[in-house]
Nanobody
Framework: QVQLVESGGGLVQAGGSLRLSCAASGRTFSGITVGWFRQGPGKERDIVGVIHWSEVRTYYADFVKGRFTISRDNARNTVYLQMNSLKPEDTAVYYC???????????????????WGQGTQVTVSS
């Protein structure tokens, strides 16, 4: 059992930055692949990026490449999503999710994740 709590969301102007955190409890974060997803108003939940449990592999959706960076601090049981050059279209609820399968794959579908946080709202004004 893993509990995930996101934080760091808020209101920011276009071009600004935010850093989201995903803190885990219930078990150690090592061995867990973590994905970040987002869901805008009236839209489906989309993958933003993934950081593999090995820490050496990451995946980013095309619409965030070069702007967002995922990192993890296993000692703090926390994964971060650094978001730079934010755009109004980045406005969404951002979720982190945990995949406990410990495979070598980088899961990009929401169905591949076992546990989810409650989400944190990010609003980017123009």
């Amino acid at each position: 059992q893993v509990q995930l709590v996101e934080s760091g969301g808020g209101l920011v102007q276009a071009g600004g930055s935010l850093r989201l955190s995903c803190a885990a409890s219930g078990r150690t974060f090592s061995g867990i692949t973590v994905g970040w997803f987002r869901q805008g108003p009236g839209k489906e939940r989309d993958i933003v990026g993934v950081i593999h449990w090995s820490e050496v592999r990451t995946y980013y959706a095309d619409f965030v490449k070069g702007r967002f960076t995922i990192s993890r601090d296993n000692a703090r049981n926390t994964v971060y999503l650094q978001m730079n050059s934010l755009k109004p279209e980045d406005t969404a609820v951002y979720y982190c999710a945990a995949d406990l399968s410990a495979t070598w794959s980088l899961p990009t579908r929401s169905t591949e994740y076992n546990y989810w946080g409650q989400g944190t709202q990010v609003t980017v004004s123009s």
